[in-house]
């Protein structure tokens, strides 16, 4: 796994997830992120490669960034700075003490499948896509 890469780990399962991963794709122009499934064998290998395993990580999302580890809400945070444009004033949100950030990220994370539901089977890219994913 190459460190110096942005790499996003997401649950495949979750349809907020999904739709956050469709949302990077279609903002993301420049190709900077390479995307997988926490649960995938790529998402375990790309955890691996930084010395985490799915048994120490949290219901997450995860952002490999420069060769360090983003988790909820700075992961969010640094994913929307990343696209650029108008999705840089993301960091004003950085503001906000992570506690409290990481608080709400908990919340609609504990309450994502709930409110947003979840796939049967974890999302697979289309032929457009595939080389986004790892």
């Not at 700075?81 to 990220?105: E, H, M, N, Q, T």
């Amino acid at each position: 796994m190459n460190k110096g890469q942005d790499i996003i780990l997401f649950d495949g399962y979750c349809n907020l997830c999904n739709g956050a991963v469709r949302f990077i794709i279609r903002f993301d122009g420049k190709g900077r992120y390479k995307l997988a499934a926490l649960s995938s064998d790529a998402g375990k290998a790309a955890l691996n490669s930084y010395g985490l395993s799915m048994a120490t990580m949290p219901d997450s999302i995860v952002l490999l960034h420069e060769g360090r580890i983003l988790q909820k809400s700075a992961a969010a945070l640094q994913i929307a700075a990343g696209l650029g444009g108008f999705w840089k004033l993301a960091k004003v949100f950085y503001i906000v003490p992570r506690f409290i950030r990481d608080a709400v990220y908990d919340w609609v994370a504990r309450n994502r499948y709930r409110i947003f539901g979840k796939k049967e089977v974890c999302m697979l890219p289309g032929p457009e896509t595939a080389g986004r994913f790892l």
